[in-house]
């Protein structure tokens, strides 16, 4: 029996696992879409720009750990796919692109829309091929497959006009094969680390996402060490909570005090299953064991003593079969001082950050003072929002961040206790994904709750796939932190000295625009409405968009604030209140 290019394509994926394809539809993609159409196993949605439907498939690859896929046709279709795939890419979500070309005898001509594919996915793509006959299939789509799944990256394969409804000669069906090796590094490696550790006095381990999957040996290691550990943006998810009691947050410009001393005050630090990328973060002059899987990973960020390349479960677990036993009878070997002491600041920090998120906070006397200086409209902080959204929102929710402030006040206040995830663009660092991530996740699961905290300047790049949202019901909700603000950029700004400019955002009523478009809406200005809100918007069906108006001159302190950015902030607000004294005359 012969077969379509399309049909191939669609049937293996569907047999694959893969539940949504994300694109635009036209021309070049029509046998592909028509394919899913077709089939009961895909279901195809269809977004207002393709950079959203990328976004939503890296969400799915790295949410599920399988395969996402989306689709862009000729020319500009695929060209506004590049963003999110850089995002997939850079998060190592597993993803296929599938890209449409101009017909086969036109190709190389400059023919109406034509892109060179190959090309403009190069550096994004770990696989990237364009069919020129059907004879080529299954192998390519397997190869593609294969290698978007083994590396953890995109693959793009392009498929021209004519060639989705040409017939294949053969009826072979598609076989992937994925079974991903254990890999575990060499012996003598981890008996040089296990010497390290045993004679070291104060441990601190900086924990990745790529440990998520050991937990539970990464816990009982850090309690044989008795280290405290600080956690990667990405880690929250899976290493936060009360269940876990060595835990101190996370350091960098986002992190606290407590995270930046626990690296600071150690003479070992151990990173697990991380590549985390800001060197200024890694304290010089200590001794550094690291575990990633990925080769490349060791030494990059900073001086590594000791690389062990291996799965960090396998690892963890050969580590503590090496260590030195505690002596019999004894209540343990190793000091817990440096444990003790991190915690301990770590719990104050907490207890600060919990006065600030007081809705209440700004009619104590603290609070009125520090309101005249820097919040005189008496708009509602960003931290009281996060901290109510923690409050209200499930236990296995799904947490999408827009990148900058956003972010910053969800690993702040946003605790991701149980079975809670999280997703954002903490590689690339991109604008305008947290929207789109989480049309990806909840389409997977529309009774799972799936939370979004979007940037005002994030959510109005791409509003056009609110309606996405509302064409497919899905039910997620939009928390808004709408300061009119691009809120890192001025704070980037402020913090060397410069007044803020081009930052302002002349914002429509976004829960106006959401209600127009048949979505609920929820404007937010009162802090004393702000609790009622956030519950009723979490209560209501659907999809629900909750702009709360927050200051826009709220400052995060990073963990180690430097006189330099101090002082820069201070001549920063000299120069906007001189500008503002000037304009107003």
């Given at each position: ?53 990328a976004f ?33 890419a ?9 890209a ?78 994925l ?6 590094p ?10 390290l550790?045993?004679?070291s006095?104060?441990?601190t ?9 050991a ?20 880690a ?30 150690a ?30 990973h060791?030494?990059r ?9 291996g799965?960090?479960?396998a ?15 004894s ?24 006065r ?15 309101s005249?200086?820097?919040n005189?409209?008496?708009d509602?902080?960003p ?7 923690d ?31 999280l997703i954002?663009?903490?590689?690339l ?5 947290a ?29 056009g ?77 659907g ?11 709220e ?29 107003e005359d």
């Amino acid at each position: 029996m012969t077969r379509t290019v399309a049909g191939v394509i669609v049937d293996a994926l569907g047999e694959l696992g893969v539940r949504q394809v994300f694109g635009v539809v036209g021309d070049a993609l029509n046998p592909l879409t028509d394919a899913i159409r077709t089939t009961e196993d895909i279901e195809w949605v269809g977004c207002r720009h393709e950079e959203a439907a990328a976004f939503a498939a890296s969400a799915q690859a790295q949410l599920t750990d399988t395969l996402g896929v989306c689709m862009g046709t000729v020319g500009p279709g695929s060209v506004h796919l590049l963003n999110g795939l850089y995002d997939a890419a850079k998060s190592h979500a597993p993803v296929l692109a599938i890209a449409g070309q101009v017909p086969l005898a036109e190709v190389g001509s400059d023919y109406f829309q034509e892109v060179d594919n190959d090309a403009l996915f190069s550096d994004v793509a770990v696989f990237r091929a364009t069919i020129t006959s059907p004879d080529q299939l299954p192998q390519l789509l397997e190869t593609a497959v294969r290698t978007a799944l083994g590396r953890k990256g995109v693959a793009v394969l392009t498929v021209p006009g004519d060639l989705g409804e040409r017939e294949l000669t053969t009826d072979r069906p598609a076989r992937f094969s994925l079974n991903p090796p254990l890999s575990r590094p060499d012996d003598e490696a981890v008996r040089r680390a296990a010497e390290l550790l045993d004679r070291s006095e104060r441990i601190t381990m900086l924990v990745g996402q790529g440990a998520r999957a050991a937990r539970a040996d990464v816990l009982a290691l850090a309690d044989r060490l008795a280290a405290p550990m600080v956690l990667t943006l990405k880690a929250k998810a899976g290493f936060e909570g009360d269940t876990n009691p060595f835990q101190v947050g996370q350091t960098g410009l986002i992190g606290n005090p407590a995270a930046a001393s626990a690296l600071e005050d150690a003479d070992t630090l151990l990173l697990l299953g991380t590549d985390f990328p800001y060197r200024d973060w890694y304290p010089e002059g200590r001794n550094v064991i690291q575990v990633d899987t990925e080769a490349t990973h060791i030494g990059r960020r900073v001086p590594v003593d000791i690389g062990l390349v291996g799965d960090t479960g396998a690892t963890v677990r050969d580590l503590l079969g090496r260590l030195d036993a505690p002596p019999a009878g004894s209540d343990g070997a190793r000091d817990r001082s440096h444990l003790e002491k991190s915690r301990e600041r770590f719990d104050q920090w907490r207890e600060r950050q919990a006065r600030l998120a007081d809705p209440a906070h700004d009619k104590g006397v603290v609070g009125r003072i520090r309101s005249a200086l820097d919040n005189r409209d008496h708009d509602i902080r960003p931290e009281a929002l996060a901290a109510v959204v923690d409050r209200v929102a499930a236990d296995d929710a799904v947490f999408t961040s827009d990148t900058g402030m956003a972010t910053v006040w969800l690993s702040r206040f946003v605790e991701m206790r149980g079975e809670r995830r999280l997703i954002g663009s903490y590689n690339l660092g991109s604008m305008a994904n947290a929207m789109p991530q989480a049309l990806g996740v909840q389409v997977l699961d529309r009774e799972r709750q799936v939370v979004a905290f979007c940037g005002d300047g994030g959510l109005s790049m791409l509003l056009g796939d609110l309606m996405t949202l509302k064409t497919y019901r899905l039910p997620v909700k939009l928390v808004v932190f709408d300061n009119r603000r691009l809120g890192m950029v001025k704070l980037e700004q402020e913090q060397v000295g410069l007044p803020e400019f081009g930052t302002v955002l002349d914002n429509p009523d976004f829960a106006a625009v959401a209600e127009a478009m048949g979505i609920t809406g929820i404007r937010v200005t009162d802090p004393g409405d702000l609790d009622s809100a956030v519950r009723r918007a979490f209560a209501a069906p659907g999809p629900v968009l909750l702009d709360v108006l927050t200051n826009p001159d709220e400052i995060a302190v990073p963990a180690k604030p430097t006189v330099a950015q101090g002082w820069g902030f201070a001549v920063a607000k000299v120069k906007e209140a001189v500008r503002s004294h000037g304009d107003e005359d």
